[in-house]
């Protein structure tokens, strides 16, 4: 399984990424250890907001630059419960993507 994911940062920016082990990203993410990402570890990631698990890396690589070319808007759309499906339709197949949180 892999992971597409949409964590909030303290400045209130919106950083996505992916991976194949979800509780371990998250927690390389909000401790800023060596393993985190450049952009969280100077934004301070605070919290997960949202995720969706694919079946390969291909399906999750293609969710996370979809959900990176979206507005700000858009994103706070999706983490308040809107279907990505409203911003993605024609772009990629919803369908093969399940969001778990």
Avoid: F
């Avoid at 909030?8 to 082990?21: E, F, K, L, P, Q």
């Avoid at 100077?42 to 390969?56: F, G, M, P, R």
């Avoid at 507005?71 to 419960?81: L, M, R």
């Amino acid at each position: 399984m892999y992971y597409t994911y949409m964590l909030r940062c303290s400045d209130n920016s919106i950083y996505t990424g992916m991976t194949n082990n979800l509780e371990k990203r998250i927690a390389d993410h909000l401790s800023k250890n060596k393993n985190g990402a450049k952009y969280t570890k100077s934004h301070n990631a605070v919290k997960l907001e949202a995720a969706w698990k694919s079946k390969d890396k291909s399906l999750a690589c293609k969710l996370e630059y979809q959900i990176k070319n979206l507005t700000k808007a858009q994103k706070e759309d999706i983490i308040k419960g809107q279907k990505i499906v409203n911003y993605l339709k024609g772009k990629i197949d919803c369908r093969r993507y399940k969001r778990i949180y």
